[in-house]
């Protein structure tokens, strides 16, 4: 969900910008879940033919319809803090 919501907001990340914004996620886990993702057609890889390697990652339109969901669940975790 956090990758969603990230992406949400930037848009179109490359994956160390999104290991930063996630800060304690190692590679392995982050690639897992971007592969995931991918095969739910949740999101878009985009890898571009250069050296080094540049890959992109952003929602498909499939990802974008969970924009209100995704905001809905973050205004209900800021009401129901202890």
Do not use: H
Not at 20 to 45: G, P, V
Not at 52 to 57: F, I, M, N, R, S
């Amino acid at each position: 969900m956090v990758i969603l919501y990230c992406l949400m907001e930037f848009k179109v990340v490359r994956f160390n910008e999104l290991k930063r914004y996630l800060k304690n996620i190692s590679d392995k886990t982050l690639s897992s879940n971007l592969k995931e993702l991918e095969a739910d057609r949740l999101i878009i890889r985009k890898e571009y033919p250069q050296i080094p390697p540049k890959v992109e990652y952003s929602l498909s339109s499939k990802g974008q319809s969970l924009t209100g969901v995704l905001d809905q669940l973050c205004i209900w975790g800021e009401n129901n803090r202890e």
